[in-house]
């Protein structure tokens, strides 16, 4: 396109939006320039038919629809109590409530990652009577235990 | 009640004052369907995005601060919710106006009997509503919204920067060109 610049201003004009400086280069521009007279009556034609264009009928129903609908859902809230005020909470805040749950559920699981490895490098440096005995194991129980333990995987190394 | 303002009216409407509603749905009602109607094009679409919207300003009626403008702010929910809604039918071009196929039915006698024009202009008159109804689809989004809030709302160009986030100038010249536009699609 190529007076570009003109075409706000010829949009501006139409709504009386331009000062008279402006207008007066406008019309300036206008004279001389065949393009932009052809666009300036393109788009007050436009502006004329959006301007004459606005009436829509709403449908009659529509207000009594609209009206029942909003307070019943008022009505649900208030007759609720403390149910209806959590309710309502957790739809305002549903963002923020969803986002906490997560964290909250990825700091436990990841506390419980670090007790489990916890565990595992204590079960891993414990000797294995020690571990019977927490377990409550008894010394003879223990010795059949072990006993199959060497059996089974037969190197004779307390694991 | 109905002398109150907009700022008291939501303030009641969050406390659930059914009377708020009842005017704020008296007020704004025509604004927001209009409003949807022409942007989506869809009759029972822009039923359910006004009804949507006030569900919404009942449930949001907290986050209105006092002193901004309220018909700002509820022009952003409308459009947010139109384009919610319409998204599922984004994929429609052609555009359902109900009784757009037999126009008779759209006249009530009180219509017809106020004499303020006859039925052939009426007929024509809603043509050509239906052909720029037609026609604001066929623009891109912001230029559809921007031309909708400008010519029938009467928003001015920087509530409608506040509306669509852009600045005035750019709100100017997306003016010009959904004009220029919509006088190409008119045209043909």
């Known amino acids: 396109m190529p007076c570009r610049k003109w075409r706000v201003r010829i949009s501006k004009w139409h709504e009386g939006e331009l000062n008279e400086e402006g207008e007066a280069a406008l019309l300036r521009h206008l004279e001389s320039c065949r393009y932009c007279r052809s666009l300036e009556a393109k788009l007050r034609a436009v502006t004329g038919l959006l301007k004459e264009s606005r009436e829509l009928p709403v449908p009659d129903f529509l207000a009594q629809r609209i009206t029942a609908s909003v307070s019943e859902k008022m009505r649900q809230r208030s007759g609720l109590g403390i149910a209806g005020l959590i309710d309502l909470l957790l739809y305002r805040y ?29 079960i891993s440096e414990t000797p294995s ?31 | 009640m109905t002398s109150h303002s907009d700022e008291q009216l939501i303030g009641a409407l969050a406390r659930g004052d059914e009377d708020a509603l009842r005017i704020l749905v008296e007020r704004y009602l025509p604004s927001i369907y209009r409003f949807s109607l022409r942007y989506t094009g869809d009759e029972s679409l822009a039923e359910d995005v006004a009804q949507e919207v006030f569900l919404r300003l009942f449930l949001h009626a907290e986050k209105y601060t006092a002193g901004r403008s309220f018909r700002t702010w509820l022009f952003t929910i409308v459009r947010n919710v139109s384009i919610d809604l319409a998204r599922p039918y984004s994929h429609r071009k052609s555009v359902s106006l109900r009784g757009s196929g037999d126009e008779a039915q759209e006249f009530t006698p009180e219509s017809i009997a106020n004499g303020s024009s006859s039925q052939e202009d009426q007929v024509a008159n809603r043509e050509k509503q239906r052909k720029i109804i037609d026609s ?6 912001k230029q559809r919204a921007a031309i909708i809030l400008k010519y029938y709302e009467d928003l001015s160009t920087r509530e409608i920067a506040e509306v669509l986030q852009k600045t005035v100038s750019s709100v100017e010249a997306l003016l010009a060109r959904a004009k220029q536009n919509l006088a190409e699609l008119l045209k043909t």
């Open chain 1, 94 to 122: 549903r963002v923020t409530f969803t986002s906490g749950v997560l964290v909250i559920a990825l700091c436990i699981g990841g506390l419980a990652g670090y007790e489990l490895n916890g565990y595992a490098t204590v």
């Open chain 1, 129 to 159: 009577y020690d571990l019977l005995t927490m377990c409550g194991f008894s010394a003879e129980s223990q010795s059949t235990t072990l006993g199959l333990i060497w059996q089974d995987n037969g190197e004779g190394v307390r694991r």
């Open chain 2, 136 to 141: 604001l689809q066929e623009l891109p989004e």
